[in-house]
């Protein structure tokens, strides 16, 4: 069979699955059963497909038609134009949280500005924590945009913990991310990076190296980024199959309503940011009107919501106010 004739197979079986994306995924499976380019597939659509290629693709499409998540099957996902190895122990990166990545990127050059600082474009001095990391794909792609930072990636599941520590290793990041299996922050206090607990007095412009440790021997941070599992139980049924049966609960649900994880999540990451520091965390669809009144606190300033390109509130940013030294909290 040629390439042309099975890739139209492969549509069509999917589109009378009701598979999401179709063509995408035809394509997708198509190139991955036969490592070919993509260029290569459109430029000789005239080519047979040998009879061992034309057998893997045909069952990569039965699959995908019975609910496999195509990413799932072809073991990769990009994300901020990486490839991310993902398995069903992460929950597979999504194109909204990129903006997680560029709000971070603005707000960090933004504060230089308004400190007068020349922009830290290498992250030098900076210390990042990524709650929730998955499969690691927020901590990696911070860590290629700031070669210099310091950067944590805490994780509840060992399972997934593993993926994004290969992740890290592929990309060539591995020596700059500190991967800690974490119940939020609580693994933190075992992993303090040692040097100067003091944060007596300290102002939002003179947060340097010595203020990187709160009085309990844990590491402080410039800055907090998190997406944390936001959906509710509630809302389970009317999930799409693919997510609701192939990627992991623990990635997805928050609690009965979906957004019960944040409050905890605010106040430890309060206790864990320098003052001036910020926070940046992704909002489900329909979660901003629980979750913005948390940050209704003098303890936060400079609150801002940025929607997504379907202009859904999707990211929940702010920075700790000067006036609240960390230890004053713990
Ligand atoms: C929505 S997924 C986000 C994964 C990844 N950061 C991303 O954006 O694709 C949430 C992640 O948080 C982890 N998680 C859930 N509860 C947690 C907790 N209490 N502490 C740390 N991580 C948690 C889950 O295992 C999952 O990997």
């Given at each position: 069979?040629?390439?042309?004739?099975?890739?139209?197979?492969?549509?069509?079986?999917?589109?009378?699955?009701?598979?999401?994306?179709?063509?995408?995924?035809?394509?997708?499976?198509?190139?991955?059963?036969?490592?070919?380019?993509?260029?290569?597939?459109?430029?000789?659509?005239?080519?047979?497909?040998?009879?061992?290629?034309?057998?893997?693709?045909?069952?990569?499409?039965?699959?995908?038609?019975?609910?496999?998540?195509?990413?799932?099957?072809?073991?990769?996902?990009?994300?901020?134009?990486?490839?991310?190895?993902?398995?069903?122990?992460?929950?597979?990166?999504?194109?909204?949280?990129?903006?997680?990545?560029?709000?971070?990127?603005?707000?960090?050059?933004?504060?230089?500005?308004?400190?007068?600082?020349?922009?830290?474009?290498?992250?030098?001095?900076?210390?990042?924590?990524?709650?929730?990391?998955?499969?690691?794909?927020?901590?990696?792609?911070?860590?290629?945009?700031?070669?210099?930072?310091?950067?944590?990636?805490?994780?509840?599941?060992?399972?997934?913990?593993?993926?994004?520590?290969?992740?890290?290793?592929?990309?060539?990041?591995?020596?700059?991310?500190?991967?800690?299996?974490?119940?939020?922050?609580?693994?933190?206090?075992?992993?303090?990076?040692?040097?100067?607990?003091?944060?007596?007095?300290?102002?939002c412009l003179r947060q340097t190296r010595e203020s990187r440790i709160t009085n309990q021997g844990s590491v402080l941070f410039d800055l907090i980024v998190s997406n944390p599992p936001y959906v509710g139980?509630?809302?389970?049924?009317?999930?799409?199959?693919?997510?609701?049966?192939?990627?992991?609960?623990?990635?997805?649900?928050?609690?009965?309503?979906?957004?019960?994880?944040?409050?905890?999540?605010?106040?430890?990451?309060?206790?864990?940011?320098?003052?001036?520091?910020?926070?940046?965390?992704?909002?489900?669809?329909?979660?901003?009107?629980?979750?913005?009144?948390?940050?209704?606190?003098?303890?936060?300033?400079?609150?801002?919501?940025?929607?997504?390109?379907?202009?859904?509130?999707?990211?929940?940013?702010?920075?700790?106010?000067?006036?609240?030294?960390?230890?004053?909290?713990?």
């Amino acid at each position: 069979m040629d390439i042309r004739t099975a890739l139209k197979l492969g549509i069509a079986q999917l589109r009378a699955a009701n598979t999401p994306s179709d063509t995408l995924a035809a394509e997708l499976l198509l190139l991955h059963a036969t490592s070919r380019t993509r260029t290569s597939l459109y430029a000789h659509p005239e080519y047979a497909l040998a009879e061992s290629e034309s057998q893997r693709y045909f069952s990569l499409i039965e699959r995908r038609a019975a609910g496999v998540p195509t990413q799932h099957l072809t073991g990769k996902q990009e994300f901020w134009g990486l490839e991310f190895r993902v398995t069903p122990d992460v929950l597979i990166p999504r194109p909204e949280t990129e903006h997680l990545i560029e709000v971070a990127l603005d707000r960090l050059a933004l504060r230089d500005l308004r400190r007068k600082e020349s922009p830290n474009m290498s992250g030098e001095g900076l210390f990042i924590a990524d709650v929730g990391t998955g499969s690691g794909c927020i901590a990696i792609a911070l860590a290629t945009e700031l070669p210099a930072a310091s950067i944590y990636a805490l994780e509840v599941s060992p399972a997934a913990l593993k993926v994004a520590e290969g992740n890290a290793v592929r990309l060539g990041v591995v020596d700059r991310i500190h991967f800690l299996e974490s119940d939020l922050f609580s693994g933190l206090s075992t992993a303090g990076a040692g040097g100067v607990a003091t944060l007596e007095g300290a102002g939002c412009l003179r947060q340097t190296r010595e203020s990187r440790i709160t009085n309990q021997g844990s590491v402080l941070f410039d800055l907090i980024v998190s997406n944390p599992p936001y959906v509710g139980r509630s809302e389970a049924a009317a999930l799409a199959r693919e997510v609701r049966e192939h990627e992991p609960a623990i990635a997805l649900f928050g609690g009965e309503e979906g957004y019960e994880l944040y409050a905890e999540l605010i106040a430890q990451s309060l206790a864990h940011l320098k003052p001036g520091g910020i926070l940046i965390l992704e909002l489900g669809h329909n979660s901003r009107a629980a979750v913005e009144p948390l940050l209704d606190s003098p303890a936060w300033t400079n609150v801002r919501v940025t929607n997504d390109l379907a202009g859904i509130a999707r990211v929940l940013s702010s920075e700790k106010a000067c006036e609240f030294a960390s230890n004053a909290l713990l």
